[in-house]
């Protein structure tokens, strides 16, 4: 079998770039297929592909200068690409690769980061950050980004799977594209972050330092509380001005070495995360190294924090994202602490390791490939990756057949078959 992979763009080695690794940890080395690759010699090798193929946009000159406001032409340079010498296509996707085309005999598996964000929940947001937003600039912009939306929902039709990184990712294919999708949370490294039961009296932030990541509201509740010390890891256009307006007790340290980064977050009190993100990688790993986590009760963090006490809880929500809710979540916590140990959070971890994705992700190929399957695989809630929620010891079952049927105990044959899995 021949599979090909497919990934939106490569200006630098990130978090989705570690997905497509992960992919070729499973799938084994493979041709890649990308708009733009930007990326150094030795980050092309941590990637793992056989052949890099770029579209026509990457001759463009300079185009590492200005490569995001290409994306009207995106559309056309992921349909340029031939896949037709495939068996199976696997895309990584936060706006086109799953648009990709792919002929009837194929199987193609998105794994979605997100839908295209800019055209869809952030569009006012993205038109207000852009002085092209008005006059006829505005009017041609905010046509540009209806056609996406339209390009954007039709190929959302393509892929025989689509899988998404978390709950939130899954709720927003469902909302914009009418599809099902499979959750898979992305690989963490967390054998690089080993849990560390000696814990310093610090809480910690490490983000890049940009506006929506709220880091300004941290900050301004640690100076409401000087009795208590935070340190900020990270760099980025915020860096300014949250340093005029940190106390004496908030460390700003800016851009750390990785191994530093390491050592902080695992030897924090807790770690705080006040964004809302579709994953946040960052939590899974400050989990890994027996830190709690604080964090903003939307998006990835629900998946990742566990908070229930019954089930050795691993951190905080606070509901809103303001500087009284942070004071009050890290007080909470503070007189709550003897709750969360490093042990559970380290064994929280693991559900997101990178053996646990590669082999999540061949059983998803393994039923995507079988010769029953159909376009309508349906999993049954018991069955999805495990989120932090309560735990269940029932069976995983891969259900494929109609939507409106469910499986019995005597399915198994016909259009509708049941899989057996380990629970976990």
Not at 72 to 84: K, R, Y
Not at 338 to 346: L, M, Y
Not at 361 to 379: A, C, G, H, K, Q
């Amino acid at each position: 079998m021949k599979i090909g992979v497919v990934h939106d763009w490569l200006p630098l080695y990130g978090g989705a770039e570690h997905v497509v690794s992960a992919i070729m940890q499973t799938v084994g080395p493979a041709d890649l297929y990308t708009i733009f690759d930007f990326l150094s010699v030795e980050d092309r090798e941590r990637i793992g592909a056989d052949h890099i193929i770029t579209s026509y946009l990457n001759r463009l000159p300079l185009c590492k200068n200005y490569y995001r406001w290409t994306f009207p032409f995106c559309p056309t340079a992921i349909e340029s690409f031939d896949l037709s010498e495939y068996d199976l296509v696997l895309s990584s996707s936060a706006a086109f690769a799953k648009g990709v085309i792919v002929h009837p005999h194929q199987h193609h598996i998105a794994y979605v980061h997100s839908s295209i964000r800019y055209a869809w929940d952030q569009t006012f947001e993205y038109m207000d950050s852009t002085s092209l937003s008005r006059g006829l600039s505005g009017a041609l912009l905010r046509l540009v980004l209806h056609n996406l939306r339209m390009w954007d929902t039709r190929t959302a039709n393509g892929p025989d799977v689509l899988v998404a990184n978390s709950t939130t990712v899954q709720r927003r294919i469902e909302q914009v594209y009418g599809r099902f999708s499979i959750v898979l949370p992305p690989p963490v490294d967390t054998v690089n972050f080993p849990m560390c039961s000696d814990k310093d009296d610090y809480f910690v932030v490490a983000s890049r330092l940009v506006s929506y990541k709220r880091i300004d509201l941290i900050v301004d509740a640690f100076k409401e509380m000087p009795n208590r010390r935070l340190l900020v890891l990270g760099d980025g256009p915020e860096m300014k001005r949250l340093k005029l307006h940190a106390g004496p007790n908030v460390t700003i340290k800016g851009h750390v070495s990785r191994k530093e980064l390491v050592d902080v977050v695992s030897h924090a009190k807790a770690f705080i995360f006040a964004s809302y993100e579709d994953f946040g990688i960052v939590m899974a790993e400050a989990q890994a190294a027996g830190t709690p986590v604080l964090a903003f009760q939307r998006g990835g963090a629900l998946d990742i924090v566990r908070t229930d006490k019954t089930e050795c809880p691993t951190g905080m929500f606070f509901a809103e994202q303001s500087t009284g809710a942070i004071k009050d979540v890290v007080e909470r916590f503070i007189l709550q602490q003897g709750f969360f140990t490093p042990q559970a959070c380290s064994e929280n971890a693991r559900r997101f390791s990178i053996e646990n994705f590669c082999s999540r992700l061949t059983e998803i190929i393994d039923v995507t490939l079988d010769p029953y399957f159909n376009r309508d695989l349906r999993i049954l809630p018991a069955t999805n990756f495990p989120t932090a929620g309560p735990r269940t010891a029932e069976p995983r079952r891969l259900y494929l057949g109609d939507r409106n049927r469910r499986p019995t105990q005597a399915s198994g044959h016909g259009d509708a078959r049941t899989y057996n899995y380990s629970s976990d």
